[in-house]
């Protein structure tokens, strides 16, 4: 993620912030620019770039913003749409009847739109399915309750389904402790979903597939029988030395969907560092240092980016025990899952290289 300020009283801002604290201007979201910037109302309801870039051009906020302030984008004055590039993406929300719901739905949107800024950084932004049926991307939040069977998190054909009980914090506790899990939060979701739709979209029937079966396995095993599997017998006991998750473990998608994940997860933390001029410099020569030059994403040497995020989280893990929290980074990194995440720093560096051209 990208530092932000205000444009107006320069104050630093954050990516969900619709107001700046020091000055009081209205602040959105531009996906053309990938910036926040700041706005002032005009008499007839539109509101006005006061971004030095494009300073005096009118925008509308997204209707999700005006009616639920759920959303914090903004939309070129003349575009036909009301719903923003994110919010056109969902196409079921939960029953606005609850408060609670309200909550839940607005942090599911906010999860989403930090992914899709990620995606944007590695130049893929999905399309929507109103525009591309057959390729797009489309999300629903489903609340359990509603039907006679339970929601399901999952990706069907570009249509990744999240059940809204994922964005209630002790709910997700509870189950991560059921599972066992080291790490589940609703970021992660999305990011582990997305995995899946860009599977897809890059490896399936690519030349790239040959190489995903070397690494992660021959996906055309049967799905089900190994989700099953995995649920009656759990993971191996070795699944630390080959996966960088026990779940990943169950199938090659799977591992496929958690290594993307975890790629997602390194490359905006390096770039939040990286922006905020983030550097180490121990006291000890042998200990691990920090100078990250470039955002992680234009680094061809993916053992380069490995070397900053080894120092990153060693001193991330450092701090918080120090305040007395868990690790905030609980992974072993084991060769292969280093091989398979490299993989995955291949293919999307091609792809951005692909739409260069």
């Given at each position: 993620?990208?530092?932000?300020?205000?444009?107006?009283?320069?104050?630093?801002?954050?990516?969900?912030?619709?107001?700046?604290?020091?000055c009081d201007s209205t602040l959105g979201y531009q996906p053309a620019t990938?910036?926040?910037?700041?706005?002032?109302?005009?008499?007839?309801?539109?509101?006005?770039?006061?971004?030095?870039?494009?300073?005096?051009?009118?925008?509308?906020?997204?209707?999700?913003?005006?009616?639920?302030?759920?959303?914090?984008?903004?939309?070129?004055?003349?575009?036909?749409?009301?719903?923003?590039?994110?919010?056109?993406?969902?196409?079921?929300?939960?029953?606005?009847?609850?408060?609670?719901?309200?909550?839940?739905?607005?942090?599911?949107?906010?999860?989403?739109?930090?992914?899709?800024?990620?995606?944007?950084?590695?130049?893929?932004?999905?399309?929507?399915?109103?525009?591309?049926?057959?390729?797009?991307?489309?999300?629903?939040?489903?609340?359990?309750?509603?039907?006679?069977?339970?929601?399901?998190?999952?990706?069907?054909?570009?249509?990744?389904?999240?059940?809204?009980?994922?964005?209630?914090?002790?709910?997700?506790?509870?189950?991560?402790?059921?599972?066992?899990?080291?790490?589940?939060?609703?970021?992660?979701?999305?990011?582990?979903?997305?995995?899946?739709y860009y599977f897809d979209r890059l490896v399936a029937d690519s030349a790239?597939?040959?190489?995903?079966?070397?690494?992660?396995?021959?996906?055309?095993?049967?799905?089900?029988?190994?989700?099953?599997?995995?649920?009656?017998?759990?993971?191996?006991?070795?699944?630390?030395?080959?996966?960088?998750?026990?779940?990943?473990?169950?199938?090659?998608?799977?591992?496929?969907?958690?290594?993307?994940?975890?790629?997602?997860?390194?490359?905006?933390?390096?770039?939040?560092?990286?922006?905020?001029?983030?550097?180490?410099?121990?006291?000890?020569?042998?200990?691990?240092?920090?100078?990250?030059?470039?955002?992680?994403?234009?680094?061809?040497?993916?053992?380069?980016?490995?070397?900053?995020?080894?120092?990153?989280?060693?001193?991330?893990?450092?701090?918080?025990?120090?305040?007395?929290?868990?690790?905030?980074?609980?992974?072993?990194?084991?060769?292969?899952?280093?091989?398979?995440?490299?993989?995955?720093?291949?293919?999307?560096?091609?792809?951005?290289?692909?739409?260069?051209?």
């Open positions: 993620m990208k530092t932000f300020h205000c444009d107006k009283c320069s104050q630093q801002v954050f990516f969900e912030n619709t107001l700046c604290f020091n990938r910036s926040i910037n700041s706005f002032e109302q005009t008499e007839d309801g539109l509101w006005r770039s006061l971004n030095r870039i494009d300073e005096g051009k009118l925008y509308k906020q997204c209707s999700n913003y005006v009616q639920h302030n759920v959303c914090n984008w903004m939309l070129p004055a003349d575009d036909p749409h009301e719903l923003c590039e994110s919010c056109q993406l969902t196409v079921i929300i939960p029953a606005l009847s609850t408060e609670k719901n309200h909550t839940l739905w607005s942090r599911l949107e906010t999860a989403k739109r930090r992914l899709l800024f990620s995606l944007a950084t590695m130049n893929l932004t999905p399309k929507s399915k109103e525009v591309e049926p057959e390729t797009g991307l489309a999300f629903q939040f489903l609340e359990d309750g509603v039907t006679d069977q339970c929601v399901m998190t999952g990706h069907d054909n570009g249509l990744i389904t999240l059940n809204i009980a994922e964005a209630d914090p002790a709910e997700r506790e509870r189950t991560r402790e059921q599972m066992h899990e080291r790490y589940r939060t609703l970021l992660g979701h999305f990011r582990h979903e997305s995995g899946h790239w597939i040959d190489e995903f079966r070397t690494l992660f396995g021959d996906e055309r095993q049967d799905y089900g029988e190994a989700l099953k599997r995995h649920y009656s017998e759990g993971p191996a006991a070795d699944w630390e030395s080959h996966f960088v998750s026990s779940y990943a473990s169950s199938h090659p998608w799977e591992d496929w969907a958690e290594t993307w994940a975890h790629y997602l997860h390194m490359m905006d933390t390096l770039e939040t560092a990286h922006a905020c001029g983030l550097s180490l410099n121990p006291i000890k020569p042998d200990e691990p240092s920090l100078d990250i030059t470039a955002p992680p994403i234009k680094t061809a040497s993916f053992d380069d980016t490995l070397n900053d995020w080894f120092a990153l989280t060693y001193v991330l893990n450092s701090l918080n025990r120090s305040i007395g929290m868990p690790d905030s980074y609980p992974f072993k990194l084991s060769t292969p899952v280093l091989e398979k995440l490299g993989f995955v720093h291949k293919v999307v560096r091609a792809q951005m290289a692909q739409k260069k051209v």
